[in-house]
């Protein structure tokens, strides 16, 4: 079962922001919040992760609630390659945790 | 940093065969790998975790004696396909886990596989 709930697709203009939204609600306290984003026909490619701080890094930010219930990923000024699927997922901190990937949301970015 | 390659990027077989893929870490050891699936439409589905010099551990309903698993090094890791049927054609990840902060999981490219 996903453990987080994700829009099914999404629009966004070139040069805007782009807000991804992410529910996980039954998140413990030992899980953290990994976004993955796949381009048509690549392998994932990792973003960003956090526990319980925002974060940020080159490719994008993380908004975590301080309930920890929901996270939001900002793309600051998408541009059209940002096109993908966006996974959202939680995982515990563990070598032998793994990735299990929803559907997530298809940002699609216009000219 | 944190690149995983992949070999082949596709491949086009006859039933009946088999099918070697490579996934390499290529700037950073990786003691766990994973094997996913993909079909189109569809989201990736674990199929198994390679450790480094001990047995992979399949998801349920992968079939261990299909999908043959080989961790040798800290850096490779194979999956074999054997005796490939048409329904094995897939879309197949593999990804390698970057200890530290969180332990990132870092994706190949990917290999897509049709059987004929």
């Known amino acids: 079962d996903a453990k987080t709930t994700q829009p099914p697709s999404m629009d966004c203009a070139e040069g805007r922001a782009a807000n991804l939204p992410c529910n996980h609600s039954?998140?413990?306290?030992?899980?953290?919040v990994y976004w993955y984003r796949q381009i048509h026909s690549q392998g994932p490619q990792y973003i960003i992760h956090?526990?319980?701080n925002n974060e940020t890094n080159e490719m994008a930010s993380l908004i975590i609630t301080e309930d920890r219930k929901s996270s939001t990923l900002i793309l600051p000024h998408a541009t059209l390659r940002d096109t993908a699927v966006y996974y959202c997922?939680?995982?515990?901190?563990?070598?032998?945790?793994?990735?299990?990937f929803g559907k997530g949301t298809m940002l699609l970015v216009s000219p | 940093g944190a690149v995983v390659s992949q070999h082949p990027s596709w491949v086009i077989c006859k039933s009946g065969t088999s099918v070697k893929i490579e996934c390499r870490s290529l700037?950073?050891?990786?003691?766990?790998m994973f094997w996913y699936r993909q079909f189109p439409k569809q989201s990736l589905m674990l199929m198994a975790t390679?450790?480094?010099?001990?047995?992979?551990?399949?998801e349920q309903g992968v079939e261990k004696d299909k999908f043959l698993i080989n961790h040798a090094s800290l850096t490779l890791s194979t999956l074999t396909v054997t005796s490939a049927h048409p329904e094995d054609s897939s879309f197949y990840i593999c990804?390698?886990?970057?200890?530290?902060?969180?332990?990132?999981?870092?994706f190949g490219p990917g290999t897509r596989l049709l059987v004929l």
């Open positions: 990804s390698a886990l970057s200890s530290g902060v969180g332990e990132t999981q870092y």
């Open positions: 039954t998140i413990s306290g030992n899980e953290y």
């Open positions: 700037d950073f050891q990786a003691t766990t």
């Open positions: 997922i939680v995982r515990e901190y563990s070598g032998y945790s793994t990735l299990t």
């Open positions: 390679s450790n480094e010099g001990s047995k992979a551990t399949y």
């Open positions: 956090g526990l319980k």
